[in-house]
């Protein structure tokens, strides 16, 4: 006659060879890849001060050509600031204004209209955020929110 202690002890065996096989079947799990940085790209437009442009001309308002913005506008210039930042608030990655230039205003080709337009490229975005913010300027012009996909196409903002 066999003991209960005998068959409980060739169950635990049992069990135990079923488990060291099923451990030795499973794969090990691979590690999630960590989402590679990208760049944000865009511009941003300010109307134009047209006394203070038109001597920048050279005679003829040309696409590209230097312009200087309205009074209040004092803080979109080359260099100043693109601030990105994750859903929280927290700054992921900074950038800066290119040099600025005169580009058409809303109704084509009128250089009244005309605007000056400054684009930037922020390197290092780290991907794999649902939402990011743009700031640039003094701390009075806010943020605006976009994906990643947004960002990576180019975004135009526009002021005034």
Avoid: W
């Avoid at 066999?2 to 060879?17: E, N």
């Avoid at 290092?124 to 990643?148: C, L």
């Amino acid at each position: 006659m066999v003991s209960r202690r005998t068959l409980t002890a060739a169950a635990a065996l049992a069990l135990a060879g079923f488990a060291l096989t099923a451990c030795a079947a499973t794969p090990a799990a691979k590690p999630t890849p960590t989402p590679k940085p990208f760049s944000a790209t865009g511009t941003i437009s300010v109307p134009m001060d047209i006394s203070a442009s038109l001597p920048l001309q050279n005679g003829k308002p040309t696409i590209g050509n230097p312009c200087i913005p309205k009074g209040g506008y004092s803080d979109i210039d080359g260099g100043a600031q693109v601030v990105v930042a994750d859903g929280s608030g927290e700054t992921v990655a900074v950038g800066e204004l290119d040099e600025g230039g005169l580009q058409n205003g809303p109704s084509g080709s009128a250089f009244y209209q005309s605007v000056c337009e400054y684009p930037f490229t922020v390197a290092d975005v780290p991907a794999g955020m649902k939402f990011y913010s743009v700031h640039i300027g003094n701390t009075n012009r806010g943020e605006q929110t976009y994906t990643a996909a947004q960002l990576k196409s180019g975004i135009a903002l526009t002021l005034g």
